[in-house]
């Protein structure tokens, strides 16, 4: 028996779930995607970014729409500009920042899709107030998410 396959479709500009507090925008989800990927658009401030952390069920695909991405590895930091695009397997830490002193804009793609569950919660979360670390820590941890610092 064939899985069920999702049918085409387009989205135009500016359209998608927005989650306010962590500037994330769904643009496909696992749903529309048959679980196959999630794609999404999210930025970053200024000379700002997350830290180190490793995903162990996704792969991440960032391609940079404005700005720039630094990559920081184990021993090794990589980097694009507007255009470029970086591949980030599963189980590799990695910690994403935006180096310029204007906003940077991204692509996200996490392959399989399910990524967006972690967005979701975490949205959720700070929709009740300010998060602690604990609680991050804890709703990470349910999607497969480890932060290492």
Same mark, same amino acid.
């Given at each position: 028996m064939q899985p069920d396959i999702p049918p085409p479709f387009a989205t135009p500009l500016g359209l998608g779930r927005e989650l306010k507090h962590l500037g994330i925008t @769904?643009? +496909?989800?696992? &749903?529309?995607?048959?679980?196959?990927? /999630? !794609?999404?658009?999210?930025?970053?401030?200024p000379?700002?970014?997350?830290?180190?952390?490793?995903?162990r069920h996704e792969d991440e695909v960032v391609y940079v729409l404005q700005g720039a991405i630094e990559i920081r590895l184990d021993g090794q930091?990589?980097?694009?500009?507007?255009?470029g695009v970086a591949?980030?397997?599963?189980?590799?830490? @990695?910690? +994403?920042?935006? &180096?310029l002193?204007?906003?940077?804009? /991204? !692509?996200?793609?996490?392959?399989?899709?399910?990524?967006?569950?972690?967005?979701?919660?975490?949205?959720?979360?700070?929709?009740r107030g300010p998060l602690?670390?604990?609680?991050?820590?804890?709703?990470?941890g349910e999607y497969g998410i480890e932060w290492l610092e």
């Open positions: @769904h643009r +496909l989800t696992r &749903p529309q995607t048959g679980g196959a990927y /999630y !794609l999404f658009e999210f930025g970053f401030d000379e700002s970014g997350n830290r180190l952390h490793v995903h930091t990589l980097r694009a500009g507007a255009g591949h980030l397997p599963k189980t590799i830490p @990695h910690a +994403l920042y935006n &180096p002193p204007a906003p940077s804009q /991204y !692509l996200g793609l996490a392959i399989p899709g399910g990524l967006e569950d972690f967005f979701d919660a975490l949205e959720a979360a700070l929709a602690d670390d604990e609680t991050h820590r804890r709703i990470s």
